[in-house]
Structure formats: structure tokens, C-alpha cells
């Protein structure tokens, strides 16, 4: 009756082997990754022991060595601190190590007690002596801890299906019965809208993100000692604890089709409850949080949420509905039940067990309780029905999805560490996010107590996404782009001007934070902060570009882009210099000694690069828009971003003089493009100079370490660091010493779970893929450039259909450190280009000049192009292959390096001397 028992891994395997052919017959390209040994030695796996010392005091009491001689000072600086080193061999609250520690002593009935040198400072062999006189007290007492388990949020395994998710951790306040198994879903949030009695004003504390609950699961016995691992091939989470009464294994996974939370667990000896009534052994506990808002300092009027209504039994056949009811109506609910699995299953001393929990969530209606419980009914009949393969079938379908997401995109370098980072930012965006579901704000599904429970639009949303483009994980990214596209209309309500100042025709933004619907005023005035739009704008503009989505760019990127750059069109003002200048705006989050100035190079950057792509998608998509003389205007009288002998200001008073973990005044350098190092790309000796002096200053001031500057304050602050690096010639070892910084600084969890001040921020692990992601591919500028910062000490790297800008899937394998070849791939994304032509740039140290470059199939005519580079036409649906002339491969292949055995299955939360249990559950 164990689920744990299920020959899953046969199903991942073909549907992966599947895939790869089929792969492979379009791509040309020999696929031999071993998808389960990749994924396997990148999960992350937590292995702790629980340690309990036992504490003696006497008082009063004769403490002396054998022969009478008094304790010595510098062995012992008290008579209970001689006690406690002595009784110290007992590190378990229940088991006494061998060290002549009895039990009897242990209970306060033994007189006197030998022991050896406990390593105090003592000789091995000196010998002591404990009396106790008559009259004495005698007190014991214990302290236990998880050992190396998570206790604590951001150090927690993870798991989710887009929309459900959860985390696994010890219990903080149990650590040592209780596992904690808690439960989010990503659209629960309150709806009070302006006007509503219960409205303060505020959307931290109308329209947050709200909490569901937990799981318990709490032994009987003590735990001594547990692991659990995510298997990143099947989205699952498989896990053991021993106890002093039995043991408890498990599988947790979230559906990702039937959207539910499935717990299939196993409980033996005293841990095994009756399998009908709950009754005797483990206990597993809904505990459900109120809904309400936890930012602190709650205004006056507001009204919290009547607390959650539980009612029903999880067991005997029953359902546990707890429903959480909203003041504005609405309410959404959690419904769970636990069967005997299979049906029967259930001996004395052992229970097979499946709980099945659902979160619905309904707003205005009321329907929650409902769906809820219907939910978790469905597919309890689903798991016990044979005929569709049971729990089994429904576990297949779930690992199948799995199977099929990851071949999307592919990496491997020498560095295990953080190639298995990258591969659980994959992990964690499908956890995350799914098609047709809302965007990922800073917590994703799983939610935790934080004075950010909303969507921060100055950092936090366009860095999250910017990974999804190149590793092609565009459903993830359609959560944002097709979202907002949703709310377009909404966008051009939020612009507001002063009383007096004449309104922005055809303006579109939103505040610096937003809810779901996006209804956030942007006042437009002197002071304020204006950038964010036109920088989500770029997101847009990414995903459009990466899938060569000419519809994207019409009806969403354009219009969009279009309404944000007439709030600048509005906004500025003719200088006396000729010149068109932004009164003062603000730079994110920059100090400010005296406040902003004109010219903020966050906005001005912005709003040049807003009417560049603008004035080349006008060209591009025929539009004959009545604004293109003023995007025109723009570009030939902007003000200068302001500079100084630094680099780039922040403004045209502020010098960058302060340390800050934002990169909004280097916009231009980067995600921007404007300002470029190589000839080929517009660059300059002075623009080159410009690049070096900003990045030198801005990490130079904000972050220390050495050169590579690799220790700074915050996460994106190393992914930023990187991404700039991976610009600059030379300074590949420091685009990866800043990934390596972020990962070794203890700011990225053992899950790679990212926090700041304990409040969830999701946005710099996947940060940190994106930066990876660039040293080995970049596409900005209409080239295509392959292992592009690749630092010298990574003589092999391997992508396969990695995504570039213009539609294109890129593979390449470098070995020995030359470059081995390089196949691009032009890809139908859209489904309506099959059979067109596209023109394709490629740069790669080694591929070229074009003379020197051959191609499979024969036949492409190959030229050279500006820098180095080559460049060919290519047809939709096919793959091209090149390579230096007279070095064609045996096989155009790809495969994972072998990688550094000592690193793997780094992440996650284990001792190094612990050795693996070989029981644990497993589904590969």
C-alpha cells in the first residue's frame, strides 16, 4: 500500500526519451542528457539528526576529584558547570552513550558517579568523583534541538503547481514532534475596494495577499532523526522521520493538472493512528490562519476578517471544510480528508494513509466550502479507482507534466553549485506560476507573515521574470505579459495630474505598488517616482522579441509602451539650453541627501530607449502613428544622461555617492542596451570608459570583497553586479564571482528561498539564473552571442535550445576551451510563420570569419557581419548547424558535464557526516 513503492520512474523516463527523439529528429541534434541523473544529483535534500543534552545542578554540593582534591579552578569555574561537563556524555534525552553515564544517576538515585576527561581540558584519564551529601537537591534537566533541520521558513522545501504550493519544515515551536507541511495558494487575497465601508485607503491593508494555514503532522514519539528531498524530476517531495515510537513516511506532492495537494503517508509502530478514526499514534492537523492583513502598523479603521469556521472530520469517511469569510463578501476555504489507501489498508502496528486537501477561492460569490469539498471528494474516487490506475495513474499524470517541462531548456557547467541553483529557479518558477494564472508577486504560493504582500513594481516583478526568456519558459512568463494586457484599460484610469495641471491624454501606468486588479494611482508631478511602467514595458518587449510575436508587439507591447512614454511626453520640458529635460522624478529607493533633481537617469533612460522602440516598431508593424515626430523629437534633443568623473549620476545634482542596491541609474548599460562596449554595437572608447567607471563605482561603493566585489547587500544586487560584468570584456570570472558571492553570502536558503528581514522576496535567485543564463547566451541588440562571458576556468559548457531574441532556439557545446559548434534553431512560437524567412547574427569566440565556418545542412550561405560576427538566413521550423571549418563533431550532441561529485545534491539542509538513510522514499 505504499505509494513510495510506484514505478514512477518509468513514466518519467519515457515520456522524457519520447521528447528527446522528437527533439532530435526536428533539431537535428543528438539529445543524450539523462534527465534523471541531471535533475537527481541537483535536488535538494534535508538530513538532520534531533540532539538532547541533559543538565545536572546540586546544590549544595562537595564536587572533587578522586583523592580529595578540590575541583580546579581552571577546569571548572563553577560547582554546576563541574556537574553538567560531567553529565554532558548523555546527548540524547532517552539514550545514555557509553561513557559510564547510568541511568540510575540519571534519575537522581545514584550517589556518586566516575566518569572520563570530557575533553573540559582534562587528561583523558583523570577520574572525578560527584557527592552528594545528604540534604542536597539534586535537579535534571534537558534541552533539545532540531540539530541541522529547517526550522524557520526560508530554509524549508518547497513545492507547488502554479496556483497550489507549500513548504515542509520542523515545526519551530515542536521541533521535535511536529512537521510542519504549510499551504498557500497564490489568488487569495482581500477585495475591499474604495468606497466599501471596510476600505482604509491603503491596498497593503485592503487588497493583500492572505494566509491559509498548515498541516501538522505530529508523532507520538519523539523525533530522533528525519530527511526529506524534493525530486525536481517529478515536482514532488518524498520523506522519512524516525521517532522513539515508529516511523513515518511520506510522498507530497501538488497535482499540477487536478490542482490538489496529495500527502500519501505511511506510520508504523506507535506512529501508526487508526486508520478510520485518526485515533492513537501521528496526529495530522489543519490549522487554519486568520485572514486578515499582517503588515504592522494597521491604521485605526481597519476592520480585520471574522476568524476562519472549521467544521466536519478528515476522517471516517468525512471532510474537514475550514472556510475563511471575507467583511466585503466572498470567502475562499481549505477542505481536506484522510482515507485508508488502498481502501483497507491497515494492520496493527502499521497504516497506509492518503490525505487530499484542496484551497478554492471565490470572490464576490461564496461558493468555496463547496468547490472545496467536491474537489477533495473527486479525487479521493480518483485515487481509488483501479481501473484509471488509482492514486497511481493520478501520480503518472502529475510526473508526466513534469517530464515534459523540463526539456524546454538545458545548461551545464563545471560549477555544480550553481548549476543546480539554476535548476531549481526552473523548479521554482513552475511552482510559482502557471498559464492563465496570476503573475508571481514576492511570495509566490507560499505565503509567510510580511509587510509586502502585494506586487512592488520597482525591482522586484521585472527582475522575477526576466529568467523566464531565455531558458523559454513562456507560459511562466505569459502570467505577467497577459495579465497586464488584461488590465490596459485600467492602467490609463491610474494616471492622475494635479488639481489645475491639464490632463495626460492617452497615459498608462500605476503606482509603485499594486494589487491583482492593478488599480493603483500615478500621480504625475515633480517628486515622484515614473519608471516602473515604461520598465515593465521592456518585460513585454523581451517576451514578444524572444518568441517573435509580431500580434504581442501590436496590441499589447506598442500600446502599452505607447501610454508610458506619453506620461514623459507630458511630463518634460523645454530647457533654455534647447534641450528636452525631466523635472525632478525618483530613482528607486536612492538616499537622497537634499532630495531628487532634474534628469533622473532612471526616467531619462527610460524614456529614451520608450521612444527608440517605439519609433522601430512603428516601422516595423506599419503603424503611422501621429506621435512619431515627438518620439522623433525625443531622440534628437534629450538632455544627456547626466555623468560626472564617476560615471552615471543618479541625477543631474546627484552623484552616485552613496552605497545602494539598486541599478535603476545604470539603466542604460543595463537591461537597456543604450550605452555599449563593442564598436560593432554602437560602442565607443568614451562609452566603453562610461560602462567601466559607472559599474566600478556603483559596486565599488555598494559592495566589497575585492575586485570581483563579491559580497554585496542584497541578492539583486549580486545579479545585477553579474549581468554588467558580462558586458565587460574580461570579466567573465567576475560575472560568476557575484553569482557564487550571492550563493556563499547566506542571503540564498538552503532551498534557494530568498528573504529580506524574514519577508519573502522571490525576485534574486531567479536573478541569479538570469545572470548565469547571460555569461552563456545573450541576444540583445539583434545578435546572437554564445558564451559570451564564459570565464576561463569553464573550459566546457553545454546550452540545448536555450531562447533568443527573434525567435530562436540556441544550442552550442564548448569543450577543452575552444568552441565545439553552435545550432540555432528557428522556432513557430505563434503557429502561423512555419516556412518564413529570418535573418540570424551570431557571435562566438571561434565561429567565424565566415570563410572559416561551415554548416549542416550544406548550402547556407554564410557571410560576415560587423565585429566578428556572422550572420545567414534561416527558415522557420528549421535548425542549422555550424562549426569551424575542417573540425566537424563525430555527433552534434549534447549531454550534462560530469560535474564535481563532492557538490552534489548541495542545496538543501544535511551533515556532511550524516550518511543517507537507505529507506528513505524515492521516485527515481
Request: charged share 15%; aromatic share 10%; hydrophobic share 40%.
Amino acid at each position: 500500500g505504499e505509494l513510495i513503492m510506484a514505478p514512477l520512474s518509468v513514466v518519467s523516463v519515457v515520456a522524457l526519451c519520447v521528447l528527446g527523439q522528437l527533439a532530435s529528429a526536428r533539431a537535428q541534434i543528438v539529445d543524450n542528457i539523462n534527465w534523471p541523473a541531471y535533475l537527481a544529483r541537483q535536488d535538494p535534500v534535508w538530513r538532520w539528526q534531533n540532539a538532547c543534552t541533559r543538565g545536572y545542578t546540586i546544590y549544595p554540593s562537595t564536587i572533587r576529584r578522586d583523592g580529595g582534591a578540590p575541583c580546579a579552578v581552571h577546569n571548572c569555574t563553577s560547582a554546576a558547570t563541574c556537574v553538567e561537563e560531567a553529565a554532558a556524555m548523555c546527548d540524547r534525552c532517552s539514550t545514555c552513550l557509553s561513557f559510564g553515564l547510568s541511568p540510575m544517576w540519571r534519575a537522581g538515585t545514584l550517589p556518586q558517579l566516575y566518569t572520563h576527561g570530557n575533553g573540559s581540558g582534562m587528561a583523558p584519564d583523570d577520574q572525578w568523583t560527584l557527592y552528594v551529601k545528604g540534604g542536597d537537591s539534586l535537579t535534571n534537566h534537558s534541552s533539545c534541538s532540531a540539530g541541522n533541520a529547517a526550522t524557520v521558513w526560508e530554509d524549508a522545501a518547497f513545492y507547488g503547481n502554479g496556483l497550489l504550493g507549500g513548504l515542509v519544515l520542523l515545526d519551530g515551536q515542536d521541533p521535535m514532534h511536529t512537521l510542519r507541511l504549510q499551504l498557500g495558494r497564490t489568488d487569495v487575497a482581500d477585495h475591499r475596494d474604495a468606497g466599501s465601508p471596510y476600505a482604509t485607503g491603503n491596498p497593503m491593508f485592503d487588497k493583500p495577499r492572505l494566509p491559509v494555514g498548515s498541516l501538522g503532522l505530529t508523532a507520538a514519539g519523539a523525533i530522533t532523526d528525519g530527511e526529506y528531498r524534493i525530486h525536481l524530476l517529478n515536482g514532488s517531495i518524498t520523506g522519512r522521520l524516525a521517532t522513539s515510537k515508529g516511523t513515518i513516511t511520506f510522498v507530497l506532492f501538488a497535482h499540477y493538472t487536478e490542482l490538489a495537494v496529495i500527502l500519501q503517508w505511511n506510520a508504523t509502530g506507535g506512529e501508526a493512528p487508526d486508520p478510520a478514526t485518526g485515533e492513537g499514534g501521528a496526529v495530522l492537523q489543519f490549522v487554519a490562519l486568520p485572514g486578515n492583513s499582517t503588515r504592522h502598523s494597521a491604521p485605526a479603521s481597519y476592520k480585520t476578517n471574522p476568524l476562519p469556521a472549521c467544521a466536519g472530520s478528515q476522517w471516517g469517511g468525512d471532510t474537514e471544510v475550514c472556510t475563511q469569510a471575507l467583511l466585503v463578501g466572498g470567502n475562499y476555504a481549505t477542505a481536506l480528508a484522510t482515507r485508508p489507501w488502498p481502501a483497507g489498508a491497515g494492520s496493527a502496528g502499521s497504516s497506509s494513509l492518503l490525505t487530499v486537501v484542496h484551497i478554492a477561492n471565490d470572490y464576490p460569490a461564496d461558493s468555496s466550502p463547496q468547490t472545496a469539498a467536491q474537489t477533495v471528494k473527486l479525487l479521493h474516487a480518483a485515487a481509488a479507482e483501479q481501473q484509471g490506475g488509482g492514486l497511481y495513474g493520478l501520480y503518472a499524470s502529475h510526473s508526466a507534466w513534469w517530464a515534459a517541462f523540463w526539456p524546454e531548456s538545458f545548461l551545464s557547467i563545471p560549477d555544480t553549485v550553481t548549476e543546480g541553483m539554476v535548476a531549481l529557479q526552473q523548479y521554482k518558477y513552475a511552482c510559482a506560476a502557471r498559464a492563465g494564472g496570476p503573475a508571481i508577486d514576492l511570495m509566490g504560493p507560499w505565503w509567510q507573515q510580511s509587510g509586502w504582500e502585494l506586487y512592488w513594481w520597482d525591482m522586484n516583478v521585472p527582475v522575477t521574470y526576466w529568467a523566464t526568456y531565455s531558458a523559454r519558459r513562456f507560459d511562466i512568463a505569459g502570467t505577467l505579459s497577459w495579465w497586464l494586457e488584461d488590465h490596459l484599460v485600467t492602467m490609463q484610469h491610474n494616471i492622475a495630474v494635479p488639481a489645475g495641471k491639464p490632463n495626460i491624454t492617452g497615459g498608462s501606468g500605476f503606482g509603485s505598488i499594486t494589487s491583482f486588479d492593478m488599480i493603483a494611482t500615478m500621480l504625475i508631478e515633480p517628486g515622484q517616482q515614473l519608471g516602473n511602467p515604461p520598465w515593465i514595458a521592456h518585460n513585454l518587449y523581451l517576451h514578444a522579441r524572444y518568441t517573435a510575436n509580431t500580434t504581442m508587439l501590436r496590441e499589447l507591447v506598442f500600446p502599452f509602451l505607447r501610454g508610458t512614454i506619453n506620461v514623459y511626453l507630458a511630463f518634460s520640458v523645454n530647457g533654455t539650453d534647447g534641450l528636452i529635460h525631466l523635472p525632478p522624478t525618483a530613482s528607486p529607493e536612492y538616499p537622497y541627501p537634499h532630495g531628487p533633481a532634474n534628469d533622473t537617469n532612471y526616467d531619462m533612460m527610460l524614456f529614451k530607449w520608450g521612444a527608440t522602440t517605439l519609433l522601430k516598431l512603428a516601422a516595423e508593424l506599419d503603424i503611422p502613428d501621429p506621435l512619431i515626430p515627438r518620439w522623433n523629437d525625443v531622440i534628437k534633443r534629450l538632455a544627456p544622461f547626466p555623468t560626472n568623473e564617476y560615471g552615471y549620476m543618479v541625477d543631474s545634482v546627484n552623484g552616485f555617492n552613496t552605497p545602494h542596491r539598486h541599478f535603476s541609474h545604470l539603466f542604460a548599460i543595463y537591461p537597456l542596451h543604450l550605452t555599449t562596449w563593442d564598436d560593432a554595437d554602437g560602442g565607443t572608447p568614451e562609452s566603453r570608459s562610461l560602462i567601466q567607471r559607472s559599474v566600478d563605482r556603483w559596486t565599488g561603493l555598494t559592495c566589497t570583497g575585492g575586485p570581483q566585489h563579491d559580497l554585496c547587500p542584497n541578492g539583486f544586487t549580486f545579479d545585477g553586479a553579474s549581468s554588467m560584468s558580462a558586458l565587460i570584456p574580461g570579466r567573465g570570472a567576475a560575472a560568476t564571482g557575484n553569482i557564487t558571492g550571492f550563493i556563499v553570502s547566506g542571503q540564498m536558503h538552503a532551498s534557494t528561498l530568498y528573504s529580506e528581514g524574514h519577508q519573502p522576496c522571490f525576485e534574486s535567485p531567479p536573478g541569479s539564473a538570469n545572470a548565469l543564463q547571460e555569461i552563456l547566451l545573450q541576444s540583445w541588440g539583434g545578435k546572437v552571442r554564445v558564451f559570451p562571458a564564459v570565464p576561463p576556468a569553464w573550459a566546457d559548457a553545454v546550452i540545448h535550445r536555450m531562447g533568443a531574441e527573434g525567435g530562436f532556439a540556441v544550442s552550442a557545446v564548448r569543450a577543452g576551451g575552444k568552441l565545439i559548434w553552435v545550432g540555432i534553431e528557428a522556432v513557430d512560437y505563434t503557429h502561423d510563420s512555419t516556412g518564413t524567412i529570418r535573418p540570424v547574427v551570431v557571435l562566438a569566440d571561434g565561429l567565424g570569419p565566415a570563410s572559416n565556418v561551415e554548416t549542416e545542412p550544406a548550402g547556407i550561405v554564410v557571410k560576415d557581419s560587423a565585429g566578428g560576427a556572422i550572420a545567414f538566413n534561416i527558415t522557420v521550423g528549421q535548425t542549422v548547424l555550424l562549426y569551424p571549418a575542417g573540425a566537424r563533431p563525430a555527433q552534434f550532441s549534447v549531454a550534462e558535464l560530469p560535474g564535481e561529485a563532492a557538490d552534489f545534491n548541495y542545496w538543501g539542509k544535511h551533515s556532511t557526516d550524516m550518511p543517507e538513510a537507505t529507506v528513505l522514499p524515492r521516485l527515481h
